[in-house]
């Protein structure tokens, strides 16, 4: 096998979809894996990325870690010259969360000094400036993060969000190369200048070398360390991309692997190795849409739908506990629609609090569990088009579903792509996280993904 650029391990499936829409629109055929994959190795021919989907975002540590760690050898195995790490860009994980253990396990395994913490991505609003994580130019636990039901976020510096997770310091990289952060032994600003008259990430060989030595420096001194370099424009991304891309193991969220892409595939064509499959990305047939997130974004996405007439049917959580609201029921309602119907759990803060009295995995596990039961009624009712908002309502979807793997077409939004599956190729996936998409999300999804004579939708 000669192998390929790009292995991703990602700790959810829209974040994973998510990071494949930006590397296919970097230039990088890619294919998609939902679990380290048992079989399927020829799956991978052609790809020049891989990512692997996981659902690892708010498991306990060590199961995180191992999952993780398994998915990471079996892309080293596959052939991956380059590993990623990715997670969201609003980083969704709490002082028990998952992103410091297993990026501090690969370091570990692989021998690595130090990585990158890189979950900018500026297209849809979400920037890093002196360490701090901002949103549409909020501070990230000013926004509507500080209210996500499985992981609010507290702060908006990544150091402080890494403190309770990794075992390693983090430093902050400027725009113009300057590392600063660090207080025992080294000094906390002006750790690296630039050298004649240079600026950063875009300077010449000889200053980027000096960042990555300095870097190396800091880190032999802690055993590891982490650094997060000022990502506020797509042009710091690829200048990040260009200084850091030779290492071997980098973290953050869709806009770095984009960027990566971008250097990786301007690489490839140079020399002459480049090729790209053509994507078809429309099907006949009928569509359901599924929507599980609470955040703003989708909530919105559901009134603008449903104020075209559309039918929708709410899920309840303590009807769905109580055994009242069923897949059947729900079937029932939906199955002779002349639309494409929109199921919908997504409700405001206070209603969230409110059905979680009942037990917040209970809940959770009831709607998730209903969703899977109805992408698999439609499927197996000739349905060819799933489309479905929040990350976890699409792990459910997708393990429900059981696809061993996916080719990445064009995205209705930034971050959200059509999928189709390796072994159903007549099916077409649409799964996006909580806050993208424009408003008129589920009107885009449906008309991308049609083709042929259609049903509903």
């Known amino acids: 096998m000669s192998g390929f650029e790009l292995g991703v391990v990602a700790d959810d499936f829209t974040g994973a979809s998510d990071a494949a829409s930006f590397m296919v629109q970097g230039g990088l055929d890619t294919v998609l894996f939902s679990g380290v994959p048992e079989s399927g190795w020829e799956n991978i021919h052609g790809a020049r990325a891989v990512v692997i989907a996981l659902k690892t975002r708010t498991v306990e540590r060590e199961r995180a870690v191992e999952e993780s760690m398994e998915a990471f050898r079996w892309l080293r195995k596959a052939g991956a010259r380059h590993l990623y790490f990715k997670y969201c860009s609003t980083f969704d994980s709490t002082p028990e969360g998952n992103i410091g253990p297993v990026a501090d396990a690969v370091m570990e395994e692989l021998g690595i000094p130090y990585t990158l913490l890189c979950p900018s991505l500026p297209v849809n609003g979400r920037t890093v400036r002196d360490g701090a994580l901002y949103v549409n130019g909020l501070p990230l636990h000013e926004s509507h993060m500080r209210n996500h039901p499985l992981t609010p976020m507290w702060d908006c510096r990544i150091n402080e969000l890494m403190r309770g997770q990794s075992r390693y310091p983090c430093v ?226 997708t393990r429900a579903l059981g696809c061993v793997g996916y080719r990445i077409g064009e995205s209705v939004a930034p971050g959200v792509p059509v999928m189709t599956p390796l072994d159903r190729p007549e099916l077409r996936l649409i799964l996006k996280s909580g806050n993208f998409g424009a408003e008129d999300f589920f009107e885009r999804a449906l008309r991308l993904t049609e083709g042929g004579e259609r049903d509903n939708g």
């Open 172 to 397: 902050t990289v400027d725009g113009n190369g300057r590392i600063t952060g660090l207080t025992s032994g080294v000094p906390e600003t002006n750790a690296l200048c630039p050298a004649g008259g240079e600026t950063g990430m875009d300077a010449g060989p000889g200053a980027i070398a000096g960042i990555n030595a300095k870097l190396e420096e800091l880190a032999a001194r802690r055993g590891h360390l982490y650094a997060v370099p000022d990502y506020e424009t797509d042009g710091q991304g690829q200048g990040i991309a260009r200084a850091f891309g030779h290492l071997p193991f980098l973290t953050g969220g869709s806009g770095l692997a984009g960027a990566l892409s971008l250097v990786f595939a301007d690489r490839e064509e140079k020399t002459g190795k480049s090729t790209r499959e053509s994507r078809r990305d429309g099907t006949p047939g009928r569509a359901i849409l599924m929507a599980g997130s609470c955040s703003a974004m989708t909530r919105r996405q559901v009134q603008v739908y449903l104020a075209n007439g559309c039918l929708g049917v709410r899920l309840v959580p303590e009807e769905i506990v109580a055994g009242a609201q069923t897949v059947d029921t729900v079937w029932e309602q939906i199955r002779a629609a002349r639309s494409a119907p929109l199921v919908y759990s997504s409700a405001a803060p206070e209603d969230v609090l409110r059905s979680q009295q009942l037990g917040r995995a209970r809940v959770a596990q009831a709607i998730e569990g209903l969703f899977a039961g109805l992408a698999v009624r439609a499927v197996d009712s000739g349905w060819t088009r799933v489309i479905s908002a929040g990350g976890e309502t699409s792990g459910a979807v």
